[in-house]
């Protein structure tokens, strides 16, 4: 499942990347997913919005053991 979370996180790195950001993978434990939101993704204000409708959304959509995200 770690895997399959990487692939997808590979397809989200390049927008985030474009803005000065990126996302790393922390842990997955039962179904949830922590990362870490790096570069200009960590301070900015709509950080809560790209975690929930950009990141979760794509996660869930390829890995539907996906339970949520969460930013650590």
């Not at 790393?24 to 900015?44: N, Q, S, W």
Request: hydrophobic share 40%; with cysteine; aromatic share 0%.
């Amino acid at each position: 499942m770690q895997e399959q979370i990487e692939k997808a996180l590979d397809k989200i790195r390049p927008a985030l990347q474009r803005d000065g950001g990126d996302v790393e993978l922390v842990e997955v434990v039962d179904g949830i997913v922590r990362v870490r939101l790096t570069g200009a993704c960590g301070g900015c204000p709509m950080s809560q919005m790209t975690l929930k409708n950009g990141i979760e959304r794509v996660l869930k959509e390829e890995v539907p053991e996906v339970v949520g995200v969460e930013s650590v």
